[in-house]
């Protein structure tokens, strides 16, 4: 990161410790570890093949699993979301979103309760549900097993976005997500408007519906993010939004020429 990058997000990610205060000194920069779990969502590394350049592997890959359990990981992309949303002249939180789902196959990690098949795409692993606004940016995600139907992921992930955006109000979905989610989304006061294919012969990009399609595409130039790797669902989360956090900072601090 740069020094512009890393002043957007240094606090967040702060050390508990200073100097004066009872405890074990920081002997780690916090800078390098987000560096090197960056550089291990680009690339798909192995932890034990991170270079020598970043702190050990288990301290990067410790503070990975820290941060995303706790949070942080999808407090920084709000954060930046939020930045990026104003910069364009829009209210930091949303007020619409486009749901949609992506398999993705597992390796031998993925086991148990979190791993399943989806049939439709003949994909073993896990399938992510994520809503985007309309500037095509994150707003929820989460993770689930590969068989889970899109009215229980969809519901799940529009609860997360309704308890990250007060304003949340309106959802774009395809027809994949059936009754039982456009109800219970209704009985929350979210209005749904279902995309439905415009030619059955040939490729035409939906309204709306293809925001979504292009973060999927952002995220997969991630490699960690193209195979499920992980044993927990939301160590790959913070992957994602780690993953997102990358290209909000380049978005906020590289901006493009007319």
Same mark, same amino acid.
Not at 47 to 67: D, E, I, S
Not at 81 to 87: D, K, L, P, T
Not at 141 to 167: F, H, K, L, P, Q
Not at 209 to 225: A, G, P
């Given at each position: 990161?740069?020094?512009?990058?890393?002043?957007? =997000? &240094?606090?967040?990610? &702060?050390?508990?410790?200073?100097?004066?205060?009872?405890?074990?000194?920081?002997?780690?920069?916090?800078?390098?570890?987000?560096?090197?779990?960056?550089?291990?969502?680009? !690339?798909?590394?192995?932890?034990?093949?991170?270079?020598?350049?970043?702190?050990?592997?288990?301290?990067?890959?410790?503070?990975?699993? !820290?941060? *995303?359990?706790?949070? !942080?990981?999808?407090?920084?992309?709000?954060?930046?979301?939020?930045?990026?949303?104003? &910069?364009?002249?829009?209210?930091?939180?949303? *007020?619409?979103? =486009?749901?949609?789902?992506?398999?993705?196959?597992?390796?031998? /990690?993925?086991?148990?309760? /979190?791993?399943?098949?989806?049939?439709? $795409?003949? =994909?073993?692993?896990?399938?992510?549900?994520?809503?985007?606004?309309?500037?095509?940016?994150?707003?929820?995600?989460?993770?689930?097993?590969?068989? /889970?139907?899109?009215?229980?992921?969809? =519901?799940?992930?529009?609860?997360?976005?309704?308890? &990250?955006?007060?304003?949340?109000?309106?959802?774009?979905?395809?027809?994949?997500? $059936?009754? /039982?989610?456009?109800?219970?989304?209704?009985?929350?006061?979210?209005?749904?408007?279902?995309?439905?294919?415009?030619?059955?012969?040939?490729?035409?990009?939906?309204?709306?519906?293809?925001?979504?399609?292009?973060?999927?595409?952002?995220?997969?130039?991630?490699?960690?993010?193209?195979?499920?790797?992980?044993?927990?669902?939301?160590?790959?989360?913070?992957?994602?939004?780690?993953?997102?956090?990358?290209?909000?900072?380049?978005?906020?601090?590289?901006?493009?020429?007319?």
């Amino acid at each position: 990161m740069t020094d512009e990058e890393w002043e957007l =997000i &240094a606090d967040l990610v &702060a050390p508990y410790w200073s100097r004066g205060k009872m405890g074990r000194p920081v002997t780690v920069s916090r800078r390098r570890v987000v560096d090197a779990i960056f550089y291990v969502a680009a !690339t798909g590394c192995q932890w034990r093949a991170l270079p020598g350049c970043y702190p050990n592997w288990n301290t990067v890959h410790r503070y990975h699993l !820290t941060w *995303s359990r706790d949070g !942080t990981w999808e407090a920084m992309a709000a954060r930046l979301a939020g930045a990026v949303r104003q &910069a364009e002249g829009r209210q930091a939180e949303p *007020s619409a979103g =486009i749901v949609d789902a992506r398999s993705v196959r597992g390796t031998s /990690t993925v086991t148990g309760p /979190t791993r399943g098949y989806d049939a439709g $795409k003949k =994909i073993s692993g896990r399938k992510t549900f994520g809503i985007v606004d309309t500037l095509g940016l994150l707003v929820a995600v989460t993770v689930m097993a590969a068989g /889970t139907s899109d009215n229980t992921g969809g =519901i799940e992930v529009t609860d997360r976005a309704r308890a &990250a955006s007060t304003r949340f109000a309106k959802l774009w979905c395809d027809a994949g997500f $059936k009754r /039982t989610f456009i109800d219970h989304c209704r009985r929350h006061h979210v209005g749904v408007e279902v995309v439905n294919r415009i030619h059955p012969h040939r490729f035409v990009a939906l309204p709306r519906r293809w925001l979504v399609e292009r973060t999927w595409s952002w995220l997969m130039n991630n490699r960690r993010l193209q195979v499920d790797y992980e044993r927990d669902p939301v160590v790959t989360e913070g992957f994602i939004w780690a993953a997102h956090s990358r290209y909000l900072l380049r978005r906020l601090t590289q901006p493009t020429s007319p």
